[in-house]
């Protein structure tokens, strides 16, 4: 038996409710890795949208995804199953009002031996560019489509669940995975205007397979308007700890 003489977080408690953890995170997009939330046909087990614990865009299957999106589970993780050059993503549409000033987090599992890829994509297809977050070879790199920023990390060698972090604030980007953190500056501001947030992919397009993985994706974050990163506001230092808080005791 483990005893603890001190006061956990919400976080460490069996069947804990979202609702604390959404509370300290303040105005955000939260599209939870939970029954609840990822409706699937009762016939193919396909997952038909993925709802947000609180009043954001539901994301639904892209063009390419005709029911290739199942969840997975590994122990106790649950969530979307991505497979190796299969449209397995989702997305929400105009999660981001704005996409100069966003963040982005995301927990994942990718099993030993096989590459996440695409992880997520802040899409500002007015504007003509994205942001992706993509694993491989033992590499995670957020860069955007048209080669005005990137950062890259290592990736750690642990067989567990991982936490990553990315904050756009105008030509400024960067990348944390657990206390890494990584930094790049554009020479132009790197997206701009209203964004759709794919979350296992990169776009509506029936190709790129080889950017698609095998990452089991457990819980997606949006932060529109707020760079995480980039910000010592007290609600964003907050938003930081609850969610790294999450991250220790979901994984534990």
Request: hydrophobic share 40%; aromatic share 6%; charged share 20%.
């Amino acid at each position: 038996m483990l005893e603890l003489d001190a006061n956990l977080p919400p976080g460490a408690l069996c069947a804990a409710t979202p609702e604390p953890l959404l509370a300290a995170l303040g105005p955000a997009h939260w599209w939870h890795g939970a029954e609840p939330y990822l409706d699937q046909d009762t016939t193919t087990g396909a997952v038909t949208r993925w709802r947000t614990c609180n009043d954001g865009p539901a994301a639904r299957p892209t063009d390419p995804n005709d029911g290739n999106g199942q969840t997975g589970t590994v122990d106790d993780l649950y969530g979307l199953q991505c497979r190796p050059g299969v449209h397995c993503g989702v997305v929400g549409e105009n999660a981001a009002p704005d996409a100069a000033t966003a963040t982005v987090a995301i927990r994942y599992y990718t099993p030993p031996g096989a590459e996440a890829r695409t992880l997520f994509a802040l899409n500002a297809e007015e504007a003509g560019n994205y942001l992706f977050l993509s694993e491989a070879e033992g590499m995670l790199t957020a860069k955007d489509d048209a080669g005005h920023g990137e950062a890259t990390l290592t990736c750690p060698a642990e067989d567990a669940p991982r936490l990553a972090i990315v904050s756009l604030f105008g030509d400024r980007l960067a990348l944390s995975l657990g206390p890494a953190r990584a930094d790049a500056k554009a020479a132009t501001g790197i997206l701009s205007g209203a964004a759709n947030l794919y979350i296992g992919c990169r776009n509506q397009r029936p190709r790129l397979l080889k950017t698609l993985g095998s990452a089991l994706i457990l819980d997606v974050w949006l932060f529109p308007g707020r760079a995480l990163l980039h910000s010592d506001a007290p609600a964003d230092i907050r938003a930081r700890k609850a969610l790294q808080r999450h991250h220790l005791w979901a994984s534990a």
